[in-house]
Nanobody, 116 residues
């Protein structure tokens, strides 16, 4: 079965950096686009970034462009989100996502808190 496991979250000061990881299993990782989403306290879940199956194309929500970078290592079945110049408004639970055979699959999420 499809499994997605996020890691790498934590508490960081404004301006700091974190790298999130998403370890995937249960599907042919290299054949599918993957996404990062986040849910901030009291807000709806928000799409953050997408990587196409081979990582050739990426897209980002405007609020993170130039600060975040999505990447993937298809040999390790792992996706990453490098987050730089973090702001308090980036505080959220971050989730990885794959659309596989007509269904959305999600990990359990990893908490990112940006605070001084």
């Amino acid at each position: 079965q499809v499994q997605l496991v996020e890691s790498g979250g934590g508490l960081v000061q404004p301006g700091g950096s974190l790298r999130l990881s998403c370890q995937a299993s249960g599907f042919t990782f290299s054949s599918y686009a993957l996404k990062w989403f986040r849910r901030a306290p009291g807000k709806e879940r928000e799409w953050v970034a997408t990587s196409t199956s081979r990582g050739v194309r990426t897209n980002y929500v405007d609020s993170v462009k130039g600060r975040f970078a999505i990447s993937r290592d298809n040999a390790k079945n792992t996706m990453y989100l490098q987050m730089n110049s973090l702001k308090p408004e980036d505080t959220a639970v971050y989730y990885c996502n794959v659309w596989y055979y007509g269904s959305d699959y999600w990990g359990q999420g990893t908490q990112v808190t940006v605070s001084s």
